[in-house]
Nanobody
Framework: QLQASGGGLVQAGGSLRLSCAAS????????MGWFRQAPGKEREFVAA????????DYADFVKGRFTISRDNAKNTVYLQMNSLKPEDTAVYYC????????????????WGQGTLVTVSS
């Protein structure tokens, strides 16, 4: 089970850190990713990190603003979000994928329940 947390209401330009804690299984051998879904839109890729933390991938619209990281000892993945914009408003989901990083939402193996991020202008 993946439990996402850390969402909330923040003003434009502010920061939030999302966490995704795994329970019941270890995710140290999984690539982990963050996706988001805004109202009326499809779920989209945000960021991903390989099992060791040596490779990170980002969607173009978050490069330079968001940072994904992981702590395998804590079975947790993080998403540090800086310089938030109103268009970042969405429900953010974490996901696990066995093997290499895959940025396609439909190919993930496990999903968390999502945490809402709202950025006011």
């Amino acid at each position: 089970q993946l439990q996402a947390s850390g969402g909330g209401l923040v003003q434009a330009g502010g920061s939030l850190r999302l966490s995704c804690a795994a329970s019941g299984r270890t995710v140290s051998s999984y690539a982990m990713g963050w996706f988001r879904q805004a109202p009326g839109k499809e779920r989209e890729f945000v960021a991903a990190i390989n099992w060791s933390g040596s490779r990170m991938d980002y969607a173009d619209f978050v490069k330079g603003r968001f940072t994904i990281s992981r702590d395998n000892a804590k079975n947790t993945v993080y998403l540090q979000m800086n310089s938030l914009k109103p268009e970042d408003t969405a429900v953010y989901y974490c996901a696990a994928k066995g093997g290499r990083v895959v940025v396609t939402a439909t190919l993930q193996d496990y999903w968390g329940q999502g945490t809402l991020v709202t950025v006011s202008s």
